[in-house]
């Protein structure tokens, strides 16, 4: 893989602060994003997921936006805990009926007590 | 309901042996993915499964890679021989027939030495 992957922009937030991860994506014909939390040693946990039809999306403490004209996706996470430390992926599914995800670089978050 | 089980979730061979890893998706999820995670990247599919069919595998490595889905439920994903650079997490994600959303279980770190 290329050696900018080894080097993850990296996120440090106070506890109760909030959280702004960004991403960009890369197809405009990508038509469902997903944000996913990956913690050391496990899996892709899902977070939440935006369809190209809507801007904005609420779960309990976060919020997807998204931009379609700049190609921008963004996660809020509101009152961030020790908990959401770990490394949030999103990814794009590009175009109806590829059920292809395409995974932006991730962003580290850390939660400083 | 249980989620995506794999196995193992380590494993440490030589370079030039076979290993093989085993996935069980979630319960009626028609869809499966096989990923390559490499250290602080994004998830790369390998291969995807419609039931027992391999729909996209144009990033799986042929020639030392393969995998099997016969029933249409759990899958295995076979290096032969490993080299070094294989070294990485192997992810496998489902997903259910009426949603885009896929599953991750918790992945096997592969060390080739």
């Known amino acids: 893989g290329e050696s900018v992957g080894l080097h993850l922009p990296t996120l440090s937030v106070q506890e109760g602060d909030n959280s702004i991860i960004n991403c960009a994506y890369s197809?405009?014909?990508?038509?469902?994003f997903i944000w996913y939390k990956q913690e050391s040693g496990k899996g892709p946990q899902f977070i939440i997921d935006?369809?190209?039809?809507?801007d904005k999306r609420q779960g309990q403490r976060v919020t997807v936006l998204l931009n379609k004209t700049v190609k921008h996706l963004s996660l809020q996470i509101a009152a961030t805990q020790p908990g959401d430390s770990a490394v949030y992926f999103c990814?794009?599914?590009?175009?109806?009926?590829?059920?292809?995800?395409?995974f932006g670089t991730g962003t580290r978050l850390k939660v400083l007590a | 309901e249980a989620g995506v089980v794999q196995s193992p979730r380590y494993k440490i061979i030589e370079k030039k042996q076979p290993v093989a890893f085993w996935c069980n998706p979630i319960?009626?999820?028609?869809?499966l993915y096989w990923y390559r995670q490499n250290l602080g990247q994004g998830p790369e599919l390998l291969i995807r499964?419609?039931?027992?069919?391999?729909?996209?595998d144009s990033q799986l490595p042929k020639d030392r890679f393969s995998a099997e889905r016969l029933k249409g439920v759990d899958s295995t994903l076979k290096i032969q021989p490993a080299e070094l650079g294989d070294s990485a997490v192997y992810l496998c994600?489902?997903?259910?027939?009426?949603?885009?959303?896929?599953?991750f279980g918790p992945g096997t770190r592969l060390t080739v030495l």
């Open positions: 994600a489902s997903m259910g027939f009426s949603t885009d959303t896929q599953y």
């Open positions: 935006i369809r190209s039809n809507m």
């Open positions: 499964y419609e039931n027992e069919e391999a729909v996209d």
């Open positions: 319960s009626g999820h028609n869809t």
């Open positions: 197809n405009s014909a990508s038509d469902y």
């Open positions: 990814a794009e599914m590009g175009g109806s009926g590829t059920y292809k995800y395409i």
